[in-house]
């Protein structure tokens, strides 16, 4: 069976330091893979999508894919309070267009 | 685009009552997901169309609930008869294939 897996946290960091998030998935023919941000009573907003193995930056967020170790990450430079959500890791199944969930991370970032 | 719109965006019934729960996806898209979310369960697919056909209803939990989506730009979720462990916040997301964009979410409550 499909796993996406993650820390559930909280992950606690301190404003304007860098925010590392991480997440491991099992199938190894996944092409593609993003990054949900979830604020509380909130719906998840795409922040990132990332399909090649290395970097994907987009203003203060970058997206890490590692095919070989089947991990995902995201770096959250110069972090700051509204950074604070839930973050969710989801790849896609190239079968069916179907998203397989991580549980999410819940990252508090402190003034 | 307006986005993905569902209506209503809070419903509170009472155990037994038949609950509708309605989507418009963003025109063009052809997947339309529907989730639920609870704290315990994290983010679950209950179903999902392409081009209007069910395609998976294995995440539906039970023959209380059905889904439709009569034309492209409309589905509904219906429970009937509800009941209280149905309680969830229940999403709708629609797809071009590539990138899933959630609607505002149903928070529904069953007393």
């Known amino acids: 069976q499909k796993e996406v897996e993650q820390n559930s946290g909280p992950l606690s960091v301190p404003e304007g330091a860098i925010a590392s998030l991480n997440c491991t998935y099992s199938d190894r023919v996944s092409q593609s893979f993003f990054w949900y941000r979830q604020y509380s009573g909130k719906s998840p907003e795409l922040i990132m999508s990332?399909?090649s193995n290395g970097d994907k930056e987009d203003g203060r967020f970058t997206a890490q894919l590692n095919k070989a170790s089947q991990y995902v990450s995201l770096l959250i430079r110069d972090s700051q309070p509204s950074d604070s959500a839930t973050y969710l890791c989801?790849?896609?199944?190239?079968?069916?267009?179907?998203?397989?969930w991580g549980a999410g991370t819940k990252l508090i970032i402190k003034p | 685009d307006a986005g993905v719109i569902q209506s209503p965006r809070h419903e509170v019934t009472e155990m037994g009552q038949e609950v509708t729960l309605r989507c418009k996806p963003i025109s063009g898209h052809d997947y339309l997901f529907w989730y639920r979310q609870t704290m315990m369960r994290g983010l679950e697919l209950l179903i999902y169309?392409?081009?209007?056909?069910?395609?998976?209803d294995s995440g539906m939990p039970e023959d209380r609930f059905s889904a439709k989506m009569p034309n492209a730009s409309f589905s509904t979720l219906k429970i009937q008869p509800s009941e209280p462990r149905d309680s969830a916040v229940y999403f709708c997301?629609?797809?071009?294939?590539?990138?899933?964009?959630f609607g505002p979410g149903t928070r529904l409550t069953v007393l």
């Open positions: 990332i399909y």
């Open positions: 989801a790849e896609k199944s190239e079968s069916n267009y179907q998203l397989i």
């Open positions: 997301a629609s797809s071009d294939r590539n990138t899933q964009y």
């Open positions: 169309f392409n081009n209007n056909v069910p395609i998976d």
